[in-house]
């Protein structure tokens, strides 16, 4: 369901009939034309909350990915090992 939307200025002229409105949908504020506020009713609150957690989730995310130091930037987890050479010599000592 769409938002309602509405100025500020009717919101208040008419508060308890627009709050009472709102235990099922979303009521949107606006200020100067622009939305100010969100008015969530107690009926939509859990769905409204999981969906913020999971546009807050998703940025996260997506912020890690790219400061490079993902998983994936990482490369081999392996330790490096100092390996010593033998100037080509097969006989395994080093000169």
Known sequence: MKPVRISLETFSGDLETYLNGTE?????LTKDGKP?????GHKRA?????A??????????EAEGDD?????AKGN?????????NNGNDDGEND
């Open 36 to 40: 100010a506020y969100v008015l969530i």
């Open 52 to 61: 913020v957690l999971d546009m807050v989730t998703t940025e996260a995310i």
């Open 68 to 72: 490079g130091e993902g998983p994936e």
């Open 24 to 28: 099922e949908n979303e009521l949107v």
């Open 77 to 85: 987890d392996e330790p490096e090992t100092n390996a010593t050479s």
């Open 46 to 50: 859990a769905a409204w909350f999981e």
